[in-house]
Structure formats: C-alpha cells, structure tokens
C-alpha cells in the first residue's frame, strides 16, 4: 500500500483535508457521525490504494473516487431546513443522495471495467458493458447490505427506510448502466478504427 501512497500522495494529501474539514464542519453541526465519517474515508481510501498496489488503477479513477468522497460527507454532515443535505430534494424527483449514488457507482462502474480491462471481450462491447453494470450493481448492493445493518444498529445515522434503499439502487443502476454505455463506446472506436483500417 505504501508504494500507491507515494505514487498518489497528492490525491491522498487532498482527501485527507477534505475530509478532516468536513469533520469539522460535522462536529461544528453537532452530527453525532461526524467522528465515524472520518474514519470511513480513512478506511475506504486506505482500501482502495491496497488495492491500486496490486492493480493499478487510473489515475483519473482515484481522483474520481475522491472527488465521490468529498460530495459523500456533507451529506450526512451538514443541514438543509433542519434535515441532513442527503435529504435534500434537489428536484421534484432527485434527491442530494440520489446524485451521490449515481456518480459514485458510474465511478465503481469505470473501475470494474478499468481492473478488468485485461478480460472484457473486445470484440463483444455489449457484453463487456454487462459486466461492468452487474460489477457496479453487484458493489451498490453490497454497499446497501452494509447500509442496512448500520441503519439497524444506528437509527441515527439517518440511512432510511426500505424505499429510500430501493431508491438508491435504482440510482446505483444509473450510474453503473453509465459507465457500461461509456466501457461499451470505448471498445466499439477501437473495433471500428480495425475495420477502417482493414478496408
């Protein structure tokens, strides 16, 4: 892990901030998770660069995964008309969670299809963009198993009741069917340019 520490210290640098001022800003607010947060962020962040030092990922997705850090915690950590930002109604039919889950697993769609690239059949891009949506979905759900029992133990962590689960997983398919559209065009341009040039 040390080795991607040093090679992404500044993405590392940055998250680091990020999330100690939102934690802040948490405990400035009174959030009673602000503390758990914190620790979260250390926790994911150390789990994907042990993963990147065995698989080196993208360093577009790293920052990408960062960036999904630092719109994730003010979500729990700051308010809006008394409620926490993720219940927040961006529009009639989006909430601030919503987006979150969204972009993150467009994200986590992108890193299946980045770690695998090795494996994903060229020459079947719909196939490939199948893989990398049920990799997105299959992670979206664990993470709602995970949000389940932390919102069983906690009640006051705010993670909601069965709809808004249901909700986000149909905002976590969003995303992954996104990042299996952008998987499926970036092997069709390749597959393409063989024809052209064959011809």
């Given at each position: 892990m040390l080795d991607s520490l040093t090679r992404n210290r500044d993405i590392a640098a940055v998250t680091l901030l990020y999330a100690v001022g939102w934690t802040a800003v948490g405990i400035r607010n009174g959030a009673s998770i602000a503390l758990p947060y914190l620790v979260e962020i250390i926790f994911l962040g150390g789990v994907i660069l042990a993963f990147d030092s065995k698989r080196p990922l993208d360093r577009n997705?790293?920052?990408?995964?960062s960036?999904?850090?630092?719109?994730?915690?003010?979500g729990g950590l700051t308010y809006v008309d008394g409620d926490v930002l993720y219940e927040?109604?961006?529009?009639?039919f989006?909430?601030?969670d919503h987006i979150v889950h969204i972009l993150g697993f467009a994200v986590v769609g992108l890193a299946v299809a980045n770690v695998n690239r090795r494996w994903l059949p060229v020459d079947a891009p719909r196939v490939a963009g199948a893989v990398v949506f049920f990799g997105a979905m299959g992670i979206g759900a664990a993470n709602e198993v995970v949000e389940f029992v932390i919102g069983e133990s906690f009640p006051s962590t705010n993670v909601g009741?069965?709809?808004?689960?249901?909700?986000?997983?149909?905002a976590n398919a969003?995303?992954?069917?996104?990042a299996a559209i952008v998987t499926t065009r970036r092997l069709r341009v390749p597959a393409q340019k063989g024809v052209d040039e064959k011809t």
């Amino acid at each position: 892990m040390l080795d991607s520490l040093t090679r992404n210290r500044d993405i590392a640098a940055v998250t680091l901030l990020y999330a100690v001022g939102w934690t802040a800003v948490g405990i400035r607010n009174g959030a009673s998770i602000a503390l758990p947060y914190l620790v979260e962020i250390i926790f994911l962040g150390g789990v994907i660069l042990a993963f990147d030092s065995k698989r080196p990922l993208d360093r577009n997705l790293l920052w990408a995964f960062s960036g999904w850090g630092f719109i994730h915690m003010p979500g729990g950590l700051t308010y809006v008309d008394g409620d926490v930002l993720y219940e927040y109604w961006v529009l009639p039919f989006l909430r601030y969670d919503h987006i979150v889950h969204i972009l993150g697993f467009a994200v986590v769609g992108l890193a299946v299809a980045n770690v695998n690239r090795r494996w994903l059949p060229v020459d079947a891009p719909r196939v490939a963009g199948a893989v990398v949506f049920f990799g997105a979905m299959g992670i979206g759900a664990a993470n709602e198993v995970v949000e389940f029992v932390i919102g069983e133990s906690f009640p006051s962590t705010n993670v909601g009741d069965a709809t808004n689960l249901g909700l986000d997983l149909v905002a976590n398919a969003i995303g992954g069917g996104w990042a299996a559209i952008v998987t499926t065009r970036r092997l069709r341009v390749p597959a393409q340019k063989g024809v052209d040039e064959k011809t």
